[in-house]
């Protein structure tokens, strides 16, 4: 697959931390961004996924992402899938310090399908489940941070390490410059058996059965708070686009619910346009800590689910009263 047919969805903030999204950018396109934005220590993203120019998903490579509480656990379990992939696979893995605790890896074996997110997360279950593997990137439209760009958290740079090396010496190395490269010279992976098992598209990720406690508040409600009825249209949209739904599916979703589905006032808006423009533009980034998200979601969220509120959800998680 040459450089000039895959197409990426790509993602960065300004220097006044506003996102530009662009709607698919060529390969070799969003090469030469990263290029001249990650010196600035700009924090960028790219899809792990390949599409065509006309957004449909082609497939992408195997990867895994691995990330700890500490760092050297991060780095035993990068340790163990790199010896798998050398000794089951016959590969040699291009291997990221994430930035900030743990590793991407990126295995030169390609998963040519429409689902291979789906496919990908069948292999990480039952091949690598020796490894705590975060599971989430595993969907579509999933986003990595750039090679080269700079977690806005650390401070510290995404970098190709050497996975050989002493972990000490690994982040020495972390702070090297380093060219950007899109590492995909890569093998067709055998995924026959997998695309036979494949689930029914009605019984895969999606739906808002699954809700983050704080979003499903927002979406139960009888009617949304006036004044914040596009906001949370817009929020459910992003979250359906996140959880791997088809631009249609999505608008089904909002189609049966109890209150944009039916007739809206005026000021709400056609939910048919917000879907068309989160999806054009994949600006899927949710947050409740702060920005007009926040504003509505600090507003209602913590009290009807106390999921933004750090101490409670600490407390719900250890089965523990604070009060």
Known sequence: MGANQRHKYMYWLDEQGYPNTKRLLPVGTVTKLVNALAP??????????????????????????????????????????????????????????????????VAPLYIRHERCHEIMRMIANEEFSHVDVDMQVYRTFAMMRCPNSKHPSTGLFKRCIDPDKRLDLIVECIKKDMSFVVPYEARDLEIGEYIERLPDRTEQEGSYAGLQPCIKALWSMPEPPQGYRHKVMHIMARHFFNSGLSQEEANAEFSHHHFYGSACPRDVGNYSSVVRSVYTYGNSAIGCKHGSDGEIMRQYCTKLCMFNDELKLKDLLCGTDSN
């Open 40 to 105: 600035a220590g700009r924090d960028l993203h790219y899809t792990i996924q390949d599409y065509t120019e006309t957004g449909a998903c082609t497939g992408c490579p195997m990867y895994f992402d691995i990330d700890n509480e500490s760092l050297y656990d991060s780095y035993q379990g990068m340790r163990q899938i790199v010896s798998s992939l050398r000794d089951d696979y016959d590969v040699e893995p291009t291997v990221f310090f994430s930035g900030n605790r743990g590793f991407h890896i």
